[in-house]
């Protein structure tokens, strides 16, 4: 069973940084691509950052420039390193995966989220 497991997030002070990480695991064949999404208070949940497995990025243009996403395809695993944090960046932030399971199909994947808090 596929499982997305999250890490990193926290309070911290505008203009701080915060790196998130996200592990994927369990019967994958093939992934597609991972990124992160976010969903603040009483609003929808908006793509923050994409990369497929060719290494092509997609940023949300609020975050360009100061967030960064990253791949280690040895081990499934996306991070997001996230600089210059806003007010406006708070929110949970969910780790996504496009990926074939092994016997199965190509699905979406959800990880449980994780909360990120700027604020002084």
């Known amino acids: 069973q596929v499982q997305l497991v999250e890490s990193g997030g926290g309070l911290v002070q505008p203009g701080g940084s915060l790196r998130l990480s996200c592990a994927a695991s369990?019967?994958?064949?093939?992934?597609?691509?991972m990124g992160w999404y976010r969903q603040a208070p009483g609003k929808q949940r908006e793509l923050v950052a994409t990369m497929t497995s060719q290494g092509m990025t997609n940023y949300e243009d609020s975050v360009k420039g100061r967030f960064t996403i990253s791949r280690d395809y040895s081990k499934n695993i996306v991070a997001l390193q996230m600089n210059s944090l806003k007010p406006e960046d708070t929110a949970v932030y969910f780790c996504?995966?496009?990926?074939?399971?092994?016997?199965?199909?190509?699905?979406?994947?959800w990880g449980q989220g994780t909360q990120v808090t700027v604020s002084s």
């Open positions: 996504n995966a496009d990926l074939w399971v092994w016997g199965g199909t190509r699905n979406d994947y």
């Open positions: 369990g019967g994958i064949r093939n992934i597609y691509a």
